[in-house]
């Protein structure tokens, strides 16, 4: 549960930072698709939201942005929000503040959305004090785990299962890592939280 859902004393670090959307008056859930965009997974990721009618957003990966442009595009023409997974794929953690906002700064001149989510989830409390005055992070409240080698689709399912819950902000990845998981569990997770009354949104910009 420490990876699938973070814990409160987790998400109190960063008070900042968007978790979970409450207060809603309807059964809503927030699907996110993390480190594209690539042609091998993205086209599908949006073809199959397409047959559903769901708008999601697409956190996206300032090099792929640069590699595939044409991409990025449809993502905004299919009327998807969009945000910054930083330049290089980052982890915070792992390099100096000042690397860690000029990649993310990098990305945005690609990108240029008011959302940011920080690969892996992971920065330090002086990066996220610095991106909250330019953008909104957004973290996740449901990690699907779609990328692990150790789970199989039915595991996967069974974390949105057991995880999804009102204004759950949920992380799927469109990623050759995650590509196996992700495309078996994707229509699944959806028709299962449709059949329980869920509507999907997207982020607002």
Do not use: C
């Amino acid at each position: 549960m420490l990876i699938e859902q973070p814990p409160l004393p987790y998400r109190l670090l960063f008070p900042e930072a968007i978790w979970r959307i409450k207060k809603l008056d309807t059964k809503t859930v927030f699907l996110t698709f993390d480190d594209g965009p690539i042609p091998e997974v993205t086209p599908w990721v949006l073809d199959t939201l397409d047959r559903y009618g769901i708008k999601a957003t697409f956190f996206m990966v300032g090099e792929n942005v640069a590699r595939h442009p044409e991409l990025y595009e449809e993502i905004k023409r299919r009327g998807h929000s969009y945000g910054n997974h930083t330049m290089h794929h980052l982890q915070g953690m792992k390099v100096s503040s000042y690397r860690y906002m000029h990649d993310i700064t990098e990305a945005n001149d690609l990108i240029r959305s008011s959302l940011f989510r920080p690969p892996h989830g992971l920065l330090r409390w002086r990066q996220a004090r610095a991106i909250k005055d330019r953008y909104n992070i957004v973290m996740y409240d449901l990690v699907t785990r779609d990328y692990s080698k150790k789970l199989n689709p039915e595991q996967v399912f069974a974390n949105v299962r057991r995880y999804a819950r009102n204004g759950s902000i949920i992380v799927f990845h469109d990623s050759l890592k995650a590509e196996r998981n992700m495309k078996a569990v994707l229509p699944k997770a959806i028709e299962w939280l449709q059949a329980r009354g869920y509507s999907f949104e997207r982020l607002p910009m």
